[in-house]
């Protein structure tokens, strides 16, 4: 591989050389992050409930309310990272370098180029291989998983839900769709995967990458409709490094139940038991779960049986 290319040795902790890689370093910190829930964070409040639950590390994100999502606001980033000891992770729109540079100079761990917010730029990604802080970015697909690690992302995360309604099929399928075609790759003839890094649009290095690997090349979270503990534990035995859970689990009387919850399905998503324990008395956390009218009939009257 290159030097510049993506050559993160995922075996336990070890990285290539990071003097002469530095993506490499940033790829290790993302691995910090492996087998822990990341909640999303819109105070302090809410950001040392996370904390105390057990999350991994924070998202600050700015309320959701009409208009154009963009960057929180810095000093209130500034305030949660001075109140909690985890690492904090920030939202820029996606193509927006310049609100990367200002949460680079504020100091978060992370920087996530969300597809969530307002677009910044319809054509072009960040080079974030210009930044320092390892970045995060979202997909839907191996495809597009690969062409943000080329662009130097350090986490991928798999994207379902983008509208806050607690559903959970959208994440599964594309989760399923990642990891399927990453199965399909690894059976591949060495001559195959010229065709397949065509088909999906993805620089050949890095799919031959994903080959030898049999997993992608960064960390890997899923995102978007978990809300229970069954939905975290869903994705980590599908193949999932971590979560994200989302600001709408505040919205309840317990936020930190809830947050625990989750915290310990990710640590033991294999253990049924354990499962069923952290998912007593959570029933608020069902609420939302419904599929719209349309989903719905279009789901009955599919084929199926």
Known sequence: ??????????????????????????????????????????????????????????????????????????SII?????????????????????????????????????????????????NKHNFRAPFVCGCRDLGEALRRVREGAAMVRTQGDLLGRGNIVDTVRNVRKVMGDIRVLSNMDDDEVFT?????????????????MGRL?????????????ADAALMMQLGCDGVFIGSDIFNCSDP??????????VRNYNDPHILAAASSGLDEAMGGLNLNENRVERFVSADTY
Do not use: W
Request: proline letters at 5%; one cysteine or more.
């Open 1 to 74: 591989m290159e030097e510049d290319g993506t050559v993160t040795v995922y075996s336990g902790s070890a990285i290539t050389d990071t003097k002469k890689n530095p993506f490499s370093l940033k790829v290790g910190i993302a691995q910090m992050l492996r087998g822990g829930a990341i909640a999303e964070v819109t105070n302090v409040n809410q950001a040392k409930i996370a904390e105390s639950a057990g999350a991994c590390c924070i998202v600050v994100s700015e309320p959701k309310g009409p208009g154009i999502s963009r960057m929180a606001d810095p």
């Open 196 to 212: 397949f890094s065509k088909k999906i649009a993805a620089p050949y290095d890095i799919v031959a990458q994903t080959k030898q």
């Open 217 to 229: 090349p960064v960390v890997h979270f899923a995102a978007g409709g978990i809300v229970t503990p």
């Open 78 to 126: 500034k305030e949660i990272k001075q109140s909690v000891t985890i690492p904090v992770m920030a939202k820029a729109r996606v193509g927006h370098f310049v609100e990367a540079q200002i949460l680079e100079a504020i100091g978060v761990d992370y920087i996530d180029e969300s597809e969530i917010l307002a677009l910044a730029d319809e054509d072009h990604f960040v």
């Open 256 to 265: 930190y139940k809830k947050v625990r919850a989750i915290v310990q399905a």
